[in-house]
């Protein structure tokens, strides 16, 4: 699982905030990483200069093998706070994306070898 991080001009990126970064990604998708080809992360505070509150935001953008990608974005006050918020929210977004990928291949297989029959029943004569 490869990790790209990307910020605009209103945050400094150095290796301690990048390195904070990709192992919180590691922790929260670990489970995924068999499945996932790439992390993009772009990180952006909304109000520049002036302080705010949910000002920082992080989107996140995954890239499944063999899927279209999915994205997420989580605002917070301060970047590794948003950073987690939006792991979490894809983790939620890939549990429930495998899982449905998973359920349609299993219907699929279940049909495919005779298992999923459709049974009609018949009136019982009167």
Same mark, same amino acid.
């Given at each position: 699982m490869q990790i790209q991080i990307s910020s605009d001009k209103n945050i400094s990126m150095h290796s301690k905030l990048s390195h904070l970064i990709e192992s919180?990604?590691? #922790?929260? /998708?670990n489970r995924f990483k068999d499945e996932i080809t #790439? !992390? @993009?992360v772009h990180l952006?505070?909304?109000? =520049?200069?002036?302080? =705010?509150?949910q000002d920082k935001r992080c989107r996140l953008e995954v890239r499944p093998k063999r899927h279209q990608s999915l994205a997420v974005t989580n605002k917070s006050s301060n970047i590794p706070a948003? !950073?987690?918020g939006a792991a979490?929210?894809?983790q939620r977004l890939l549990i429930s994306t495998f899982g449905?990928?998973?359920?349609?291949? #299993?219907?699929l297989t279940t049909r495919a070898s005779g298992q999923g029959q459709n049974? !009609? /029943?018949?009136? @019982?004569a009167i």
């Amino acid at each position: 699982m490869q990790i790209q991080i990307s910020s605009d001009k209103n945050i400094s990126m150095h290796s301690k905030l990048s390195h904070l970064i990709e192992s919180d990604l590691h #922790r929260i /998708l670990n489970r995924f990483k068999d499945e996932i080809t #790439r !992390v @993009e992360v772009h990180l952006s505070d909304e109000d =520049g200069d002036k302080a =705010g509150a949910q000002d920082k935001r992080c989107r996140l953008e995954v890239r499944p093998k063999r899927h279209q990608s999915l994205a997420v974005t989580n605002k917070s006050s301060n970047i590794p706070a948003s !950073v987690t918020g939006a792991a979490s929210k894809m983790q939620r977004l890939l549990i429930s994306t495998f899982g449905r990928i998973q359920d349609k291949n #299993r219907a699929l297989t279940t049909r495919a070898s005779g298992q999923g029959q459709n049974l !009609v /029943l018949k009136p @019982e004569a009167i």
